[in-house]
């Protein structure tokens, strides 16, 4: 069962030590993987404690970059601040897929 954010809650772990995103309908604690980012931690703390969903798509990442984001995902959006975006649940399944023994 996944712990549930609402977009309010997200917004307050928005610096360098305590870094979320949203991403689809799920939420990232990506604080860890900021300074490892081959894009940089810049660009990241643009949309930290925010909603990265178009500027994650509008990069074209791999998927090897959405198997990599599926680790940090900590939640997911309260029903009322859903987008109901479809990517994400791929990256659910994945994950399954990936980290289950
Ligand atoms: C937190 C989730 C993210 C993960 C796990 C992630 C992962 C990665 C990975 C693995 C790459 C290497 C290329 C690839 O495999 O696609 C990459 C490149 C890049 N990422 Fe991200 N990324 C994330 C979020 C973002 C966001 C929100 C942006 C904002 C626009 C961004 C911008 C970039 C850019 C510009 C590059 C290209 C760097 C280059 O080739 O010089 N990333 N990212």
Redesign the pocket.
Known sequence: MSAIFTRKEVNMHCSDDDCW?I?GDYV?D?TD?LYT????AE??L??AGGD?TD??E?????I??RV??AK?EIGILHDDDRSTFIIPQFISQAKKFLFSS
């Open positions: 995103i991403y990232y990506i993987f980012h081959p894009g940089g660009i990241l643009e949309y990265a500027a994650f509008s990069v074209g990442h791999s090897d970059a990599m984001l940090y």
